[in-house]
């Protein structure tokens, strides 16, 4: 079981630069999520999706886009990477609103 | 809007000693809630949950207790061990919007 699988693990960027992280379930689940994980802040969400073709805003949207086209992808694009877009990203599926909460391994930004 | 608080941390046990991890949280209706564990370099994974107001989640010796006259879902227990080290995340989502928010995490060390 492949579960969530997140690309890449690291990425250094410059500032300005775009890029698309990567994120794929197998599990059929319908919720996707990303979070970005800063010291002190815990997890906040990004974006997140019911569902394919559907989308949603989380609490720190700005500068990020996503899309759902199929039920097992969910990419993150980062539009104008900016230094403090420096973090640790993690998407998440889970089959239901109240169920387990699968996450990937972790996508670790780091832009200059 | 939905939001968690946990207590400060860091914390640092002795191995056998009993834990208490504060957690309340504001939601509207009756959200389910979540601890998740993530350990040194890894994604986070589910340690327990409860869906309804008296339920109590329990997973490798850790519980917490829905308790909605107080908004709370403190996760205890009787004995650490080193093995718990980690990161712990109290967590909800609102049946209303399918929102899965974090607090910002503690913190514990277990020391032999």
């Known amino acids: 079981n492949a579960g969530v699988t997140q690309t890449p693990k690291f990425q250094v960027l410059k500032t300005g630069q775009s890029m698309t992280l990567q994120c794929a379930q197998d599990?059929?689940?319908?919720?996707m999520s990303w979070y970005r994980q800063d010291p002190g802040m815990g997890l906040r969400l990004i974006h997140y999706?019911?569902?394919?073709?559907?989308?949603d805003q989380g609490e720190v949207p700005n500068g990020y886009n996503v899309s759902r086209s199929t039920t097992e992808d969910f990419p993150l694009r980062l539009l104008s990477a900016a230094p403090s877009q420096t973090s640790v990203y993690f998407c998440?599926?889970?089959?239901?609103?109240?169920?387990?909460?699968?996450f990937g391994q972790g996508t670790r930004l780091t832009v200059v | 809007g939905d939001s968690v608080t946990q207590m400060e941390g860091p914390v640092t046990l002795s191995e056998e000693a009993f834990l208490t991890i504060n957690c309340t949280y504001t939601a509207t209706g009756y959200p389910s809630l979540f601890w998740y564990v993530q350990y040194p370099g890894e994604g986070l994974q589910l340690l327990l949950k409860?869906?309804?107001?008296?339920d109590k989640g329990s997973n490798k010796g850790f519980e917490a207790t829905y308790r909605k006259e107080t908004t709370s879902f403190h996760l205890e227990k009787g004995s650490v061990q080193v093995s718990d080290s980690a990161v712990y995340f109290c967590a909800l989502t609102p049946r209303a919007n399918s929102k899965l928010t974090f607090g910002k995490g503690i913190t514990l060390s277990v020391r032999p």
């Open positions: 998440a599926s889970s089959l239901l609103w109240d169920t387990e909460a699968f």
């Open positions: 409860a869906t309804k107001a008296d």
């Open positions: 599990m059929n689940h319908e919720y």
């Open positions: 999706s019911v569902g394919a073709g559907i989308t």
